[in-house]
């Protein structure tokens, strides 16, 4: 959190510096959202984990281009033409390549130890308390509950007038969207009709592609109740800008007020054989 | 002299039906800066439509259309991409350079097959008129590729019908047929063609960088041709390579093209490793350091990239110890990345610098490409890339290795060899301007992109939620102090062509010592009839 001040510090002072005067510009990320230079809040414990790890690795680049930067600033003082005439003749020295070959490699395995801790904790999926299956289309996303009698339903973006109604930002809100019950383990399978596309909530620490003929698989725990934004990730065509991903995260009781009203509401709808067919599959270790 | 005795063609047979490396060479570097100026505009339409939330911008382009522009925001990425990479970055380092100055690094007085570099050039100019018709053709409803530059199956497939695809596979056939032969032919000039004396060992580096990328480039290029050529087949032939519904894996594209694509990044900045070797040893007075370090390391990068392409996949959802597998194996690359910048440090040190243009071009290169290398340790980490796989994070680091690594190392070649090419010296307030320009510009455009990233702004999309407004804003102000840097560039190289002053043999001192000093500014139309002997 600290190191979100610091970076949100030097870009008001960056901000200011590119448009002295320009207050509105400058005033408007103080509104706005002060830490969109950085991840977004984390919501899961996973992103909680991939934020620290990040962090850490940022102050290593920092530390590393700081470095590189100093050697130079040094370099161009010390030995410009004017500081230093004669050039020296040194073309190797084998200690020193040994050494800048071996502190890197060390830099990597202090790195390669938490990367993998972090990978093999987002990877392996937990025992989940729900199943919900996400089916990406040209351009829009479809929900599926099995675990509820297969209820399904569609996910499509709100126009800017819509969305300004409802109360969402803009781009971002879809007219019906995935509940799921607040600190439950939520196992996602996620596939696609037509192209690749890919489900996304930044704040879930949550990216995996959905692939046409195959079915992904990965989960979430949401800790805090709330409204959470995710878009398309991968490039789908023409309107792959356009198809959001909302989920709300409610308690145990309003979860269940929603999935008695949801089944009900789009008992209608129509289910993807496909993917009810792969549904029956057990959950990949 | 052998050179009188078949003389210099003359009018348009001296070009187009050129076998000399140099005049080819020529041709290539004039193909890339044209070729970079439409890549750039593609960009500068991106970014005009990026500047402000909403579709307003490329709408003036489709008659107001907002569907037709949407789809034409992803016609401009691919052909940036495309442009950028094929028909800039590889003629200018490769084709240009490459051809100019590796056979009179070794000592050779061509190429090894004139003949086949003639045919390497004029391949590209067809190539890209392919790719510039398909933008005007049916693709997915509206005209052009839609796809991004890795067109993607099935996208590219069942997701774009009409003849637009099928274009610029051709154009892609095209471009690579073009890079086979100049492979080839690279190889067989480096390891037959050398004077005597000039063992492996004693080859400038730059030389050595280029013998590594046509190899990259020969082992890569087959099976992106294998890989598009399928593509192709399921388009119009019914076959089901990449459709899960006949058995195929649109998945398998994936790794066919990156395993093609990986490589093929490294083959776009290896070149200008070598380059800004030359040039940091020229300007500081020094032979470089670590001379056989430096080209193993090459080596090492060249073989390790083969073997690294799925960090590009990691959420496709592969099996959770290939991803560590190739979170390990790309951590390595950094290894050998660090030798090659510690030993630019290594080769100052001690050094007596002159800050010529060329050196400021260098020198930015060096610090750019280290920060577009540490964002990469960070994307190697499979498990961190899940939060930036995707967004504007993956394009600031690959534009700070590519715009800044890439493209700083081809404008410090050129005005490290314009006075050998063409024997008239290039302005030195215009460059310098050009250099300070750039070096602004471009870090306003790309720096920002990481914050973007961060804050989860998707890749490849015509507007964004009004959140990402402010970066975006400050990204295309960084293109416009770009676009104003290309114009000096541009004024740059037209005041060269017109200079009445002429540069001399060895227009840089005693530092720099390698074989094309050694000839005029320009060079004889046939060098070393006599071969130079090396000590």
């Known amino acids: 959190m600290s190191l979100n001040k610091i970076l949100s510090t030097v870009a008001v002072f960056l901000v200011t510096l590119l448009f002295g005067g320009a207050a509105a510009l400058a005033d408007g990320i103080y509104k706005a959202k002060p830490d969109q230079l950085g991840f977004m809040e984390p919501a899961t414990e996973v992103m909680r984990d991939i934020v620290s790890f990040h962090n850490g690795l940022l102050i290593m680049c920092i530390a590393i281009t700081l470095f590189v930067m100093f050697v130079m600033i040094y370099i161009f003082i010390k030995f410009n033409a004017k500081a230093n005439p004669i050039p020296s003749k040194t ?159 409610v308690s145990e009781e309003k979860y269940n007020a929603w999935i008695a009203m949801a089944r009900e509401e789009y008992a209608t709808n129509e289910t993807d054989n496909l993917t009810r067919v792969a549904s029956t599959l057990p959950a990949q270790q | 002299m052998g050179s009188e005795a078949h003389g210099i063609p003359t009018g348009w047979r001296r070009w187009v039906l050129s076998t000399n490396h140099k005049d080819i060479g020529t041709m290539y570097l004039i193909f890339a800066i044209l070729a970079g100026i439409i890549g750039g505009a593609m960009s500068g339409l991106m970014r005009g439509e990026l500047m402000e939330p909403g579709i307003d911008f490329l709408t003036n382009f489709t008659g107001g259309d907002v569907e037709a ?67 005007f053709v049916e693709g997915a409803t509206y005209p052009g590729v839609g796809t991004g530059w890795t067109v993607y199956a099935p996208l590219s497939t069942s997701g774009h019908g009409g003849p637009a695809v099928d274009l610029a596979i051709f154009s892609l056939h095209l471009a690579g047929a073009s890079s086979i032969l100049g492979a080839i032919n690279f190889i067989c000039t480096i390891f037959n063609m050398r004077a005597p004396g000039m063992t492996l060992h004693k ?55 990156w395993f093609f694509g990986h490589p093929e990044v490294y083959v776009l900045i290896l070149p200008g490793f070598g380059l800004v070797s030359h040039i940091i040893s020229t300007f500081s007075r020094k032979p470089i350091f670590g001379y056989l370090g430096m080209a193993y390391a090459m080596v090492a990068i060249g073989v390790v990239g083969f073997v690294v392409w799925a960090h590009h996949m990691y959420t496709v959802g592969m099996d959770v110890d290939t991803k560590a597998y190739f979170t390990a194996a790309t951590l390595v ?39 577009g290398g540490v964002t990469g340790v960070v994307l190697a980490n499979a498990g961190v890339d899940t939060a930036m796989h995707d967004t504007y994070y993956v394009v600031a ?42 070096f602004v510009g471009v870090n306003v455009i ?53 200079s009445k002053e002429r540069v001399g043999d060895n227009q840089w001192g005693e530092g720099a010592t390698t074989l094309e000093w050694t000839l005029s500014s320009p060079p004889p139309f046939h060098q070393f009839n006599e071969l130079p002997r090396i000590k």
């Not at chain 2, 691919?78 to 590889?90: E, Q």
């Open chain 2, 69 to 135: 522009a949407k789809h034409f925001f992803n016609v401009l990425t691919t052909g940036h991409g495309l442009i950028m990479v094929f028909f800039m970055v590889m003629p200018a380092l490769i084709g240009g350079f490459g051809n100019w100055f590796v056979p009179i690094m070794i000592g050779a007085p061509d190429m090894a097959f004139p003949r086949m570099n003639n045919i390497s050039f004029w391949l590209l100019p067809a190539a890209i008129s392919l790719l510039v018709i398909s933008i």
């Open chain 2, 203 to 257: 080859m400038p580096l730059f030389v050595w960088s280029i013998l590594v990328t046509v190899f990259l480039l020969l082992l890569s290029l087959p099976v992106f041709a294998g890989a598009i050529t399928m593509l192709l087949t399921d388009r119009n032939f019914d076959t089901y390579f990449f459709d899960a519904a006949g058995g195929g894996d649109p998945l398998l594209y994936q790794h066919l093209f």
């Open chain 2, 397 to 438: 680091h690959f534009h700070y290795t590519m715009s800044m690594g890439a493209l700083f190392s081809i404008f410090a070649g050129w005005y490290y060899w314009i006075g050998k090419m063409s024997g008239k010296p290039y302005p030195q307030f215009i460059s310098k301007l050009h250099f300070w320009v750039t």
């Open chain 2, 333 to 371: 690359i950094a290894v050998p990345t660090g030798i090659k910048i510690f030993s630019w440090l290594a080769t100052m040190w001690g050094g007596s610098i002159k800050f010529e243009t060329p050196m400021l071009f260098a020198l930015g290169m060096i610090f750019l490409f280290t920060i």
């Open chain 1, 91 to 249: 073309t190797h020295h084998t200690g020193l390549e040994v050494v800048w070959t071996i502190l890197p490699i060390v830099i990597l395995l202090i790195i390669a130890v938490p990367s993998f801790r972090l990978l093999y904790l987002t990877d392996v999926i937990p025992e989940a308390d729900l199943t919900v299956k996400a089916i990406g289309h040209q351009w829009y996303w479809s929900y599926e509950y099995p675990d509820h009698d297969d209820f399904s339903f569609d996910a499509t973006m709100l126009s800017d007038e819509e969305a300004a109604a409802a109360g969402h930002p803009r781009l971002l809100g879809t007219d019906t969207h995935m509940v799921v019950p607040v600190n439950k383990t939520v196992r996602m399978i996620i596939t696609a009709g037509d192209v690749i596309h890919a489900w996304a909530i930044p704040a879930f620490g949550v990216k995996i592609d959905a692939v046409p003929g195959k079915l992904n698989e990965t989960w979430f725990k949401a800790e805090r109740e709330g409204m959470y934004y995710g878009q398309c990730s991968e490039l789908c065509g023409k309107d792959h800008g356009f198809m959001p991903i909302m989920v709300e995260v």
């Open chain 2, 446 to 498: 790309f720096f920002p992109q990481h914050f973007l990233g961060l804050a989860g702004m998707p890749r490849r999309i015509p507007d964004y939620p009004d959140a990402y407004h402010l970066w975006n804003y400050v990204s295309t102000v960084g293109y416009m102090i770009t676009g104003f840097g290309t114009l000096v560039f541009l004024v740059g190289v037209y005041m060269t062509l017109r």
